[in-house]
């Protein structure tokens, strides 16, 4: 029996893919959470094999907690499962740890499947993921500037782009507001842009913020 928390805002959702999962004699779904911080709690408090995990969520993201969910539980199968298409945060995601990264568009069975996969404690990788990865090999050098962001770097750039401020990000993140503009000065010379406003014109440009 392969046992599974579900992480999303939306109840409509969890309620849909815990429906799906009851056809299978194999899957069972052992606890749900509706944001970042719950699902730091679930995983703490619930033993489970596979987190499927949204990344859109109020306060915590599922990209903020991504690498405290890791530490905490470094053998535990961690599949997002986002609005986002692949090519805006799957090669980010996997190197912070994630083990597979699935369109909420894919068939349904496909993340039936991609959760077996992960629970033997092997990465699910779509062939739209496998492409990206075989382009990142090609391209050496001219990668997306973002993917050149550290995992902490990545996190800051996306608030800052949304228009949080440096004193909301200290508390989401736990960070004092000092670091906050650390990592901001960093990401803003990696990156090559001038003001917060650059950012957004980035993300959005990007496909990384709706």
Excluded at 76 to 94: C, D, K, T, V, W
């Amino acid at each position: 029996m392969i046992k599974i928390g579900i992480v999303d805002d939306h109840a409509i959702v969890r309620s849909g893919l815990k429906q799906f999962f009851s056809d299978h004699v194999d899957l069972r779904v052992v606890g749900e959470a509706a944001s970042g911080r719950e699902a730091i709690d679930l995983v703490r408090n619930t033993e489970m094999d596979v987190l499927l995990m949204d990344l859109s969520m109020p306060g915590q993201t599922g990209i903020d907690v991504l690498a405290m969910i890791r530490a905490k539980a470094p053998d535990l199968g961690i599949l997002i499962l986002s609005g986002y298409p692949e090519e805006h945060y799957a090669m980010n995601l996997i190197r912070q740890g994630a083990s597979g990264y699935l369109n909420k568009e894919c068939d349904p069975m496909e993340i039936v499947n991609a959760i077996r996969t992960v629970s033997m404690g092997r990465r699910y990788i779509t062939p739209a993921v496998a492409e990206l990865l075989a382009q990142q090999i090609n391209r050496k050098g001219d990668a997306p500037a973002h993917e050149q962001l550290s995992e902490r770097e990545f996190q800051v750039f996306l608030k800052l782009a949304k228009g949080e401020t440096a004193g909301d990000i200290a508390n989401t993140l736990s960070l004092s507001v000092k670091t906050v503009s650390t990592y901001r000065t960093r990401l803003m010379e990696k990156l090559n842009l001038a003001s917060n406003s650059d950012l957004t014109y980035y993300a959005l440009k990007n496909k990384l913020i709706d």
